[in-house]
């Protein structure tokens, strides 16, 4: 047969921007996560392999504070551990409740629909955050068996309190379902103390990899959900059941092919946080997060979110001054200072920009750099 | 909150065997490939990034031999890749005719079962090719909606001649469904001329990359179900129709943050497939393995797939010699040289290796290196 040509084009040698990713993710990974993820490979199920995946899940325990026994990496981006959350504890006719403050809960809604459930929504304005008492009330009226909510919503740039939670949804027999992809590593974390059943998170944030290898964590409330389930998930590439043999430490049988070097990557990314310890961690994002804030302040520049303690520390929504072009200041900083940062969207369109200080790039440096370009860009 | 130190444990910098890996893969990364995706990242929005998405979409077209608008690396491994091809055309009661003669026909079944396909097989023996008598005849009696083959059946060896078969489809008004997971960029694949609506395949054999963003092909007929659809695609992450406004060249809206790395590996894996040529590459395939063919028949040994011309260029099956322990032999070439190579499972447990020699790693020197240390081993 005849070759066709006409997409045989030819290319340079890959070159990338020198980009300082200050939004709100992909933030750039760390030098040794770099290094790490251009090892050599092995198989998937070599033994050294194995052993890497057993550390990882150990790291990620540590990570996400959970004895946990189902503790892994999604083989995909945060929305796909996101989906393999809900596709495995939802199933048709499931009351979901999910508390809706911004993009992310929203995708939690179109996901538990999809899924078959029967979706209820408690909904707030985007840069707010619940309050136990509403939540509460919302459990007692729809008596979901899952109910969600975002831990950072990252479109809006509120960290939802999480103390108290899992106990209503405990007396209510409800699984409590969190969003962590903005706040692992870079926040305060604590899946059991919490009575988080499933959480998810993803690698390109607090955890300085690249995009590709997703945390999930499932409790023993929410295996014992998925053991009980009528059908099978309708979703393949995320059935836990199937890929729980491949990650038991036991079985270790094939599922699919496990991303080798992405998991060489977290594995890098995970070291660090164990070298750092997760209290100082949150701590240096808490204080570069706060030099952040202050700079702003001194400028005459506000965040979106006004109680200080409902902010994520690794993303902040900053409001754009009333005459200012939100879009053409974020393509400034790109174009003249190769610093990328994001702005609003949904509800919050043309209102914010999003400034990421997340893993590696939380730093001092990063703070003072990014005031200094605004003002001459502000000025 | 005390944090929980119990899983907190040290671990040493990574470094993992120099596997040569010549199992069903993966196969060992190109050299070039592991320098490409440690390149610093970009944001997934980035115009730098968008101009990689282009290439690597164009470069992708050649590889498949097709035109199609619609081609572009899903954010998962090659199953993933399957799923999407797979949840996005068939809808419930659909009627799905699968040729079912090794794994992977196996596992198009399970998943479009999870679709709400209603199913029908045709089943040949682990180590045949069906005929085009067969496929023609299976169509006519189960007038199915989507027809799925297995090009490159990789538990048993198989390349299925795919020549005819898409005219069937057409005439029966029906898509064709092709995996090439093993076969692209190793073997000849013209998913244009073969009349092919969905043909998906992997990153980590004939590309030589690392597993984690997989090829997916889709023709306008293909297009036009998926649009004629009356529900939402049951899975989130692998709908394909929020996934083309990202993908489109146009709108480039925001779906799931994109293996940025990943894509990185892909572009260099494509680029050394478009500076060696489709037909140069596919006839290096072809040599190589007829290097090992006849080195195992002066072994006195012999491939599964009697026919040269049924056999995968890419992964041979050979058989094991009566009274030889499969899994021990497997076991030494691992550990005293660093060679992987897999048994077979399901019909062909125990009975065949499946060695590959695909992408970068389809050299001759490799195949010396397997015959001689498979001579130190048996003999």
Redesign the interface.
Known sequence: ?K?????????QT??????L?L?P??S??HPRV???????????L?P??IN?MN?NQ??L??TW???NLFTLPV??????AM?AAIANTVEAGDVVLIAVAGYFGE?MV??A???GGDVRRIDKAWGQAFTLDEISTAIAEHKPAVFGIVHAETSTGVLQPMEGIGGICRENNCLLLMDAVTSLAAA?V?V??WGVDMAYS?S?KGLSC???ASPLTLSERALVKMDQREG???????DMSLLAKYWDGKTRSY????????N??L??GL?LV?EE???ARWQRHQTNAELFWDGLEAMGMFCLVEEPSLRIPSLTTVRVPDGVDAKAVAGRL?NEYNI?VAGGFGQLAGQVWRVGLMGFNSRPENVLLLLSALKEILN
């Open positions: 047969m070759i066709n040509e006409s997409h045989h084009i030819s290319t890959l070159d990338m921007p020198p980009r990713l939004g993710g992909p750039n990974a770099l290094q790490a993820i251009s090892m050599r490979q092995v198989g998937h070599d050294s392999f890497l550390e150990e790291l325990r540590y504070q959970t004895d083989s995909g981006t945060g929305s796909a989906e995708r179109d996901m629909e999809r899924y305060p604590f059991d103390e993803c390109q690249p995009p590709g099978k998930v309708s979703n393949w590439y995320l599922h699919h092919t496990a991303p080798i070097n992405m060489y990557a594995r890098e070291r164990a310890g997760l209290e790109l990328e």
